[in-house]
């Protein structure tokens, strides 16, 4: 009565078949993901060392190619803004700040009276 049944020796042999190795798994150590802005602020930190660019506009006329010229040292060149009105600092082409020009030195300067929030600057630079 030892023997086993065709049916019972079946039934144990699928068990014996479908039996699973369990093997223990190592994970690594999970980091935390940085916020958006944090990841913003690291790469623009890459960016600070970079040299660009910056334009400051007094004004802009349209003289004919003959009149251009006819220009000589000392000559005047008539702009279209007027004297006291801000000029426009541009990088890129995009206009961040306003301000007025000053006299540093014997040089030109531009004292800034009005800039754009930094994320706008961050965009017109996109």
Known sequence: MDEKTNEEQEISGQKEESKETVKSVTLSQLKTVPEKQERVNRNIDMLLDIHIPV????G????????????SPG?????DSLAGEPVKITVRGK?????????VDENFGVKISKI????????SME
Do not use: D, N
């Not at 802009?60 to 220009?71: D, Q």
């Not at 000559?75 to 702009?79: F, N, P, Q, R």
């Not at 754009?116 to 965009?123: L, M």
């Open 75 to 79: 000559s005047i060149i008539e702009l």
């Open 116 to 123: 754009s929030e930094q994320e706008e600057r961050i965009k």
């Open 95 to 103: 206009t961040i700040a306003l301000g007025e020009v000053v006299v």
């Open 60 to 71: 802009k006329t349209e003289m004919m190619i003959s009149e251009v010229l006819e220009l």
């Open 55 to 58: 334009l400051v506009e007094l």
